[in-house]
C-alpha cells in the first residue's frame, strides 16, 4: 500500500457495516475501455473524412453500448449492503478468514462482484441474487501475536463488458485476537505444585504423571486413564483422583526452560493446549497476571488471550 493510498485509508470511517451510494462508489475506464474509446475516436474521424454513413451509424452504436455498459457497471455496485463477520481468534502464522455477507434489495441479479484486501492479488468473486444474500470469505495473515484490526477490504466489478471499473473503499471496525503460535514440539508439562495446606502422599514424574493409580473403573474420567500404562499391561488403569487433586498444575512464565519472551509465550501456549486435551486443571502465572486453576473452553480462551496480550 503506497502513501496516497495509506492517507486515503486513514480518511475512512471504521464501519462493520457500509451501504453502497454514489459518495463511496468510484468509476474509471479499464485498459481495455481506453482502447475502445480510441477506436470509436478512429472510426469517427474516418467516417467523417470518407462520409461513411455506416461508418457513423457503427461509432454511435458502439458509443451507446459502452455508455449503457457504464450505467450498468455502476449499477451493480450502488445500493449494496455489505456486513462484516468478524474472524474468530487465531494462532499466529495461520491466516484469519474474514466472512462478508452481501445483501441486495434490487430485483434484478448482480454479477461479477469481486472481493479482496487492499492491496492483495486475490480476489474472491461472487454473484448476489435478486432481492437476496450471498456470503463470501476472503482471508489474511496476521504479522504478529496480539490484537488487530481487520485490514481495508476493497469490492469491484467490471460488468458486464469490462470496459469500467468500478470500485469501493471499506475500512471494518472489528478486530481479531491472535495468539502465539503454539512450540511444535513443546517438551512435557512442568510438574504439578502441591496444594497450600494439603498433605501430599502421592509421587509426581516430571512428565506430570502420577504413581497412585488403580484398576479402571466404569464411569471414570477418560483424563485419569493412564494410557501409557494401559498400552503396556494391556489393561485400563486410572489415577486415584483422590491423590490427584492434591497436585496442582501451574504454566509459570519464569519456569518455562528458555529466557527468549517470544519462545516462553510459545511454550506455554502449546502447554495451555496439552494440558486442556488431557482434560487437566491447570493455572497460568505471567509476570503481571495469574489465572487460577480451571479447565473447560473458557478457560482455554482466557489464558490464550492472556498469553496474545502479554
Known amino acids: 500500500m503506497n502513501r496516497f493510498q495509506r492517507?486515503?485509508?486513514?480518511?475512512?470511517?471504521?464501519?462493520?457495516?457500509?451501504?453502497?451510494?454514489?459518495r463511496n462508489v468510484y468509476i474509471l475506464p479499464t485498459r481495455p475501455?481506453?482502447?475502445?474509446?480510441?477506436?470509436?475516436?478512429?472510426?469517427?474521424?474516418?467516417?467523417?473524412n470518407y462520409q461513411l454513413n455506416l461508418g457513423y451509424l457503427l461509432t454511435f452504436l458502439l458509443a451507446g453500448s459502452a455508455v449503457v455498459g457504464m450505467h450498468v457497471c455502476h449499477a451493480t455496485l450502488r445500493g449494496l449492503t455489505m456486513n462484516?463477520?468478524?474472524p474468530d481468534d487465531q494462532f499466529a502464522g495461520a491466516s484469519?478468514?474474514?466472512?462478508?455477507?452481501?445483501?441486495?434489495?434490487?430485483?434484478?441479479?448482480?454479477?461479477?462482484?469481486?472481493?479482496?484486501?487492499?492491496?492483495?492479488?486475490?480476489?474472491?468473486?461472487?454473484?448476489?441474487?435478486?432481492?437476496?444474500?450471498?456470503?463470501?470469505?476472503?482471508?489474511?495473515?496476521p504479522e504478529r501475536?496480539?490484537?488487530?484490526?481487520?485490514?481495508?477490504?476493497?469490492?469491484?466489478?467490471?460488468?458486464?463488458?469490462?470496459?469500467?471499473?468500478?470500485?469501493?473503499?471499506?475500512?471494518?471496525?472489528?478486530?481479531?485476537?491472535?495468539?502465539?503460535?503454539?512450540?511444535?514440539?513443546?517438551?512435557?508439562?512442568?510438574?504439578?505444585?502441591?496444594?497450600?495446606?494439603?498433605?501430599?502422599?502421592?509421587?509426581?514424574?516430571?512428565t506430570g504423571e502420577y504413581d497412585g493409580v488403580r484398576t479402571y473403573r466404569r464411569g471414570d474420567p477418560l483424563k485419569l486413564v493412564v494410557w501409557k500404562k494401559a498400552a503396556k499391561a494391556d489393561e485400563l488403569v486410572s489415577r486415584d483422583a483422590t491423590q490427584v487433586q492434591r497436585f496442582e498444575l501451574w504454566l509459570d512464565q519464569h519456569h518455562s526452560g528458555t529466557?527468549?519472551?517470544?519462545?516462553?509465550?510459545?511454550?506455554?501456549?502449546?502447554?495451555?493446549?496439552?494440558?486442556?486435551?488431557?482434560?487437566?486443571?491447570?493455572g497460568l502465572r505471567l509476570s503481571a497476571l495469574e489465572i487460577k486453576p480451571g479447565h473447560g473452553e473458557a478457560h482455554k480462551k482466557r489464558c490464550l488471550k492472556a498469553l496474545a496480550l502479554h
Not at 115 to 127: N, R, T
Not at 148 to 161: D, G, I, K, M, S
Not at 259 to 282: F, I, M, N, T
Open 7 to 22: 492517507w486515503f485509508v486513514a480518511r475512512l470511517p471504521l464501519s462493520d457495516v457500509i451501504t453502497l451510494t454514489q
Open 33 to 48: 475501455g481506453f482502447m475502445l474509446g480510441a477506436t470509436l475516436l478512429l472510426l469517427l474521424v474516418a467516417s467523417i
Open 84 to 86: 462484516l463477520i468478524a
Open 96 to 141: 484469519a478468514v474474514i466472512g462478508i455477507n452481501l445483501q441486495s434489495q434490487r430485483r434484478s441479479i448482480r454479477y461479477g462482484i469481486g472481493l479482496a484486501v487492499l492491496g492483495s492479488d486475490h480476489w474472491v468473486w461472487a454473484d448476489v441474487p435478486a432481492q437476496g444474500s450471498a456470503t463470501v470469505h476472503i482471508a489474511f495473515k
Open 145 to 206: 501475536r496480539g490484537r488487530h484490526r481487520v485490514p481495508a477490504l476493497t469490492a469491484e466489478t467490471r460488468f458486464p463488458l469490462g470496459t469500467f471499473r468500478v470500485w469501493t473503499v471499506w475500512r471494518p471496525a472489528a478486530q481479531v485476537l491472535v495468539y502465539p503460535s503454539p512450540e511444535p514440539f513443546a517438551p512435557p508439562l512442568p510438574p504439578g505444585e502441591p496444594r497450600a495446606g494439603g498433605a501430599t502422599t502421592a509421587q509426581q514424574h516430571a
Open 259 to 282: 529466557a527468549q519472551p517470544e519462545q516462553q509465550l510459545s511454550r506455554l501456549c502449546a502447554w495451555v493446549l496439552q494440558a486442556e486435551k488431557l482434560g487437566l486443571d491447570y
